[in-house]
């Protein structure tokens, strides 16, 4: 069957770079030990439901955001302009959009996911979880790349970006991040602290 029975990101990447699952060996044993729980009758309901066409990244981000981990913690807009130090605007895809409007010379219709200010530099990014190549999966990709491609901006665009983009091979995504976007800023959101800290 297509549809995987449970829904989690790195499925698709799995499906995609098979040397994949011997790198990552605990989360093939987390999957695993959740087929195993869910037994053979659950794992054929779970197969033969409709597939989830949408998946949005950027709530799930700012919650992460609001752990601190990237040594600060997100604050109001208050806090935020009357400020110098490092740090993060905790507001909505809408109030950060807003703000990078008035403030940076944002242009673009789309929202944001990261509006911060580190060593007295603002930086503004998109996150994106790509989770396989074609349709929405490239569109998501291309809001990031005119984030990177905006001109005009007073702040550093970052496009925060993981999943499937980084395989190795023939994709439209990783030719254009290893060629045409290698000298823009994109990260894993795994390196996003080394990267705000180092601008």
Known sequence: MDLFPIKDSYVAYLRRDESAIDRNPATVARLCGRLYEMGLGQIYRQCSEPK?????????FRRWLRKGCLGVKPVPLAQFVNSNGNAVLDASEAELKAFATEHLGYTLDKGLDLVARFNGRYIIGEAKFLTDFGGHQNAQFNDAVALLTHRGLNATPVAILDGVLYIKGRSK???????TLSEHSIVSALVLREFLYSV
């Open 173 to 179: 995504m990783y030719r254009q991040i290893t060629t």
């Open 52 to 60: 989830e066409t949408n998946r949005q990244i950027g709530p799930l």
